[in-house]
């Protein structure tokens, strides 16, 4: 029986690799509590790992936010998510830990990268400026794991999602991504019986989307390849791995089926006036499927499974 450690299981993503991991069983699993394991604590984590006896890390521990967050506090979001990627990373190798698989983010990639976005433009041109901090602490992270592997021989992988949504989002009214955003406003729109919702921008933008048990199996699936595998189809300096379905569609088709799975009977109304953003964000996740995993979840079903877990939490949220 293997003993895993879920660094972040409280997030979204953590919280269902948790969920998938009990389904499967034969692991022992351990958490921790913020409370509980400061991350940022390089005393705390190494006396962690010296009493657990660890077997595999999902690192899914992250500070994250929208881009209020990033703007506002450049030097937290750099800061923390450094400390706790260096931290865990670092002492899981001192402890003995042979597997570990970090959980990064798409927003790794250059601001005008090509579309699709495959893992080699990596580092190949500017980021984002919002969101640069953090993106430099993910790439970070991957070069944390890779240099480890190299010098060390040991098992470290990395998977970049594309923009996640599901059970446990985010869904603060100012601070939280599209999907749970507009997931929000139709449900309260719906409430009040108002006759339209607005989306900012013109609806052209496209943007693809991974219900989070898709990613918890990608990351479940990736962690456990058989080395040889996995090194076959990677390079040792060029590792990761990008997560998504390898499909995008419109805000306006996203508003339009989530006009839908809400049960919204007003109208849609597109203020051009707002900025749309990046034209296209779409993964290119060919390395993945030569790998053996292909996400599942279509969006329609997706959206609807996460509908149904924010109105059994509407209560709790509405507080948010």
């Known amino acids: 029986m293997k003993t895993v450690f879920i660094a972040g299981h409280g997030g979204m993503v953590g919280s269902s690799i948790v969920r998938l991991l009990e389904q499967h069983g034969n692991v022992r699993i351990v958490i921790r509590s913020r409370s509980e394991l400061d991350l940022t604590s390089q005393q705390t984590v190494a006396a962690f790992f010296r009493t657990e006896q660890i077997d595999q890390v999902y690192l899914a521990a992250a500070r994250v936010g929208g881009i209020h967050a990033n703007n506002a506090y450049p030097a937290e979001f750099i800061y923390e998510n450094l400390m706790m990627e260096c931290n865990i990373i670092h002492q899981a190798f001192r402890a003995g830990v042979r597997q570990l698989l970090f959980l990064g983010s798409s927003c790794i990639y250059p601001k005008l990268a090509r579309q699709p976005m495959v893992e080699s433009e990596l580092l190949n041109g500017h980021l984002e400026q919002t969101n640069e901090p953090y993106a430099i602490a993910k790439i970070a992270g991957i070069k944390l794991c890779e240099s480890y592997n190299r010098q060390y021989g040991v098992d470290y992988r990395s998977v970049m999602p594309t923009n996640l949504y599901g059970d446990n989002d985010n869904f603060h009214p100012e601070n939280s991504h599209v999907i749970p955003a507009m997931m929000r406003r139709f449900h309260e729109a719906k409430l009040r019986g108002d006759k339209e919702v607005v989306v900012w921008g013109t609806g052209k933008p496209m943007r693809e989307f991974l219900h989070v048990s898709d990613m918890a199996a990608a990351s479940v699936h990736v962690m456990n390849l058989e080395k040889s595998i996995y090194s076959k189809h990677t390079e040792p300096m060029m590792s990761h791995i990008n997560v998504g379905t390898g499909v995008d569609c419109s805000i306006r088709e996203l508003a339009e089926t989530m006009k839908q ?10 203020d051009s006036s707002k900025p749309d953003g990046t034209p296209r964000k779409l993964m290119d996740v060919s390395r993945l499927e030569r790998l053996g995993w292909k996400a599942v979840i ?3 079903e997706g959206l609807s499974m996460t509908y149904q877990w924010f109105l ?7 507080s948010v």
Request: net charge negative; no cysteine.
């Open 261 to 270: 799975v809400v049960g919204f009977e007003g109208e849609l109304v597109f």
């Open 298 to 300: 279509p969006l329609h």
């Open 312 to 318: 059994k939490n509407a209560a709790e949220l509405r």
